[in-house]
């Protein structure tokens, strides 16, 4: 979140469909969760052009080949329609609100299941959301407010392609009703309380809409150390509202509160 120097944005120029059959490793690491161990102010020593050499297993920060987040060119990217390409089965369950100090996310109670997404036949299970503000992505050179990533994994590691990521923008405008609801106990995390259960959530209610709408796909990374590759990432091209108070809230909930205006 912080001063977001790490997006040095690519500009794609290639279809993005051809690019998601480019590239085969598989992908198993998970995003770092204690910011302490990285942040996003170059002041700090610790910065994102610092982030291949903090550790030795986080290198792909500094000479990966395909790192996100990126600019995407709409004009230039196939925009995919067909909804059988990204099918949604998420479920209501309980989760976690955290306060991860560089983003507010949301993680699935231990041992209960969100549901899943189907690519190309195979399934994702949800593992948590969480949102960042100003968005990590742009479309043609433009940042949005908000951004939300929801975080998938295949069961087995040999997957190709095991973890898949949906992406989805907010402009400023009228509230988000998701995160109207969410904000009270979002509030409740501090720098003494970091996470606190959060009941039953259904995560379409993120956005009902999202099943079937037109999206931008693309391999690339984790935004966050390790910055592993091979991810999958589908980014919907419809964008959402959220307002102004409600992205001010989130970041001074992470101790950012340098720009108010997207």
């Not at 501090?190 to 796909?217: C, Q, S, W």
Request: positive net charge.
């Amino acid at each position: 979140m912080k001063n977001q120097t790490k997006p040095a944005f690519i500009h794609v120029l290639l279809i993005f469909s051809a690019l998601f059959h480019s590239y085969s490793t598989s992908v198993s690491a998970q995003e770092v969760e204690d910011e302490n161990e990285f942040s996003y102010w170059e002041e700090s020593g610790k910065g994102p052009n610092q982030w291949g050499n903090i550790k030795k297993e986080w290198s792909d920060c500094k000479t990966g080949k395909i790192q996100s987040p990126i600019d995407i060119p709409s004009r230039k990217a196939k925009v995919i329609k067909n909804p059988r390409r990204l099918e949604m089965l998420y479920k209501p369950t309980e989760f976690i609100v955290k306060n991860r100090g560089h983003d507010i996310s949301l993680k699935i109670h231990w041992l209960k299941s969100a549901g899943s997404i189907k690519i190309n036949g195979t399934e994702y299970f949800l593992q948590q959301a969480h949102w960042h503000s100003p968005s990590e992505h742009a479309i043609d050179g433009r940042r949005y407010a908000l951004e939300v990533h929801l975080v998938h994994q295949a069961k087995d590691p040999k997957v190709k392609h095991n973890l898949a990521v949906v992406g989805l923008l907010y402009k400023s405008g009228k509230p988000d009703a998701f995160l109207s609801k969410l904000l009270g106990n979002i509030s409740a995390t501090n720098d003494e309380i970091h996470e606190k259960p959060l009941g039953f959530v259904d995560p379409t209610h993120i956005d009902i809409r999202m099943g079937g709408k037109a999206y931008y796909r693309y391999i690339g990374s984790l935004t966050v150390p390790p910055c592993t590759e091979g991810v999958i990432w589908s980014v919907l091209k419809q964008v959402k509202q959220v307002s102004k108070e409600q992205v001010h809230a989130i970041r001074v909930l992470v101790h950012d509160v340098s720009k108010d205006a997207y």
